[in-house]
């Protein structure tokens, strides 16, 4: 059997002190239910015991285990589409309402991390770097747009001055934004748990959960050797969304990402002078930063099927040497991997079916928006829907090809637009 990727993740060797929980055992009972233990759940759980409710979370790992354990660390204001696009596409009165929110996710975060002093490396700044010309035009208009009508400001860098943040990769200049920035995940994960513990949340680790059963005045949920009976509930599972609640299986398919770290680097500051977090803007990206013990973590290429490359560090490698040739030969010390969830527009999907709430598909662009997801959820679950409803009304498909040709299929139109990046 193949060992977990996880296993030698940078995150999980540095992580802080964090007591394993029991598995639940017994019968309990509850105003919220949680499901999963990232970003998503574990802010709802937060958010919802600071409103008084008495909330139970169960993971089918560990906390942070999935996707929120696992990811680049980026902290990327906004969604996949800019702002120009939303505009575009749901006009200047919704586009202001999803602008709030999504733009907003940012003071959320750093809100969490300063109230509940959660020691998770948080640093400033984030540059989108252009991987062709048009990418930088298409840039500076989104730039400008979301300068002039939602007055956020981000730094145009010149193509002539990309150096003053990268010394690599040969980019056509890209957009700082000093409101991004990067982080630990695990150990902003581990901070949102005790956080969540000392205001009440019990939390139960490797206790999966299976399909809620909706009785109408509570919901049920058979989790590890126990059950959880609860007013409402929470789907917070993200990549594992179609296992617990089947009929959403079809709404995103998951996507391996891989990451590697290197051994501390002498000459880090000469590549990342800013120290801010870099994401290119190829369809496939590249993105990487700088760790506080100045490893480069590094995340590159995507893999559609869920079987790890037998090799995740060479596999990562090719990617960063590309970027930065002079790495061709240092150490690297850590490799690992994991799923993303991605839905056909790439936005968020979430939704409400009776009493039970869930959130799923971020699409590699969740680091922040899975702390405001949580707390719009609990927001619903104590009867408040319009901001919820924000996101929720985003216009969905599934993918096509049922159970078994989905992911197929959408692995298709994947390598096609994976294409277009070497044309």
């Known amino acids: 059997m193949r060992r977990d990727p996880l296993a030698n993740s940078f995150y999980v060797a540095t992580a802080h002190a964090w007591e394993t929980q029991a598995s639940l055992v017994s019968a309990e009972g509850c105003d919220v239910a949680i499901i999963g233990g990232g970003f998503t759940g574990l802010s709802a759980a937060l958010a919802c015991a ?43 009165e919704r586009a ?23 020691a998770c490396d948080a640093k400033v700044g984030h540059l989108e770097a252009a991987y062709k010309p048009a990418h930088f035009d298409a840039m500076q208009r989104d730039a400008a747009f979301l300068a002039k009508h939602f007055v956020w400001e981000a730094q145009i860098v010149q193509p002539e001055d990309i150096r003053r943040h990268i010394n690599g990769g040969g980019y056509h200049g890209g957009i700082y934004d000093a409101k991004g920035g990067h982080f630990h995940p695990l150990n902003y994960a581990l901070g949102l748990a005790k956080a969540a513990q000392k205001a009440g949340v019990r939390i139960y680790e490797n206790s999966a959960a299976q399909t809620p059963v909706d009785a109408g005045t509570h919901v049920e ?3 590890g050797a126990g059950t959880v009976v609860a007013k409402h509930v929470v789907i917070a599972a993200d990549t594992w969304t179609g296992g617990i609640a089947p009929e959403l299986r079809s709404y995103t398919v998951p996507i391996m990402n ?48 869920q ?58 662009h969740g680091a922040l928006v899975t702390t405001l997801a949580g707390e719009l959820m609990a927001e619903a679950v104590m009867g408040t829907m319009s901001r919820f409803d924000v996101f929720a009304d985003f216009p969905h498909s599934r993918f096509p090809g049922g159970k078994w040709l989905a992911r197929p299929l959408a692995t298709i139109g994947l390598l096609y637009y994976a294409m277009r990046d070497r044309l």
């Open 221 to 223: 949920i058979r989790a």
């Open 307 to 364: 079987q790890p490359p037998a090799d995740i560090a060479a596999f990562v490698r090719k990617h960063m040497v590309q970027v930065f040739p002079s790495l061709a030969d240092v150490p690297i010390d850590h490799a690992w991997g994991g799923a993303v969830g991605v839905t056909m527009n790439r936005l968020p999907h979430m939704g409400r079916t009776g009493s039970i709430f869930y959130a799923h598909g971020f699409s590699g």
């Open 258 to 305: 891989y990451n590697i770290a290197t051994a501390p680097l002498p000459n880090a500051d000469q590549l990342l002078p800013s120290d801010a977090a870099v994401a290119d803007s190829r369809f496939v990206l590249n993105y990487f930063r700088l760790s506080a013990d100045k490893r480069l973590i590094f995340g590159g290429g995507e893999k559609y099927v």
């Open 50 to 92: 600071e409103k008084g409710l008495s909330v139970i979370l169960v993971e089918a790992n560990s906390i942070g285990f999935g996707a929120s354990g696992r990811n680049g660390g980026q902290l990327i204001p906004g969604l996949r589409w800019s702002m120009r696009e939303i505009d575009a596409e749901f006009g200047r």
């Open 96 to 118: 202001q309402a999803i602008f709030d929110l999504a733009y907003g996710a940012v003071d959320r975060v750093n809100k969490r991390i300063a109230e509940h002093h959660i």
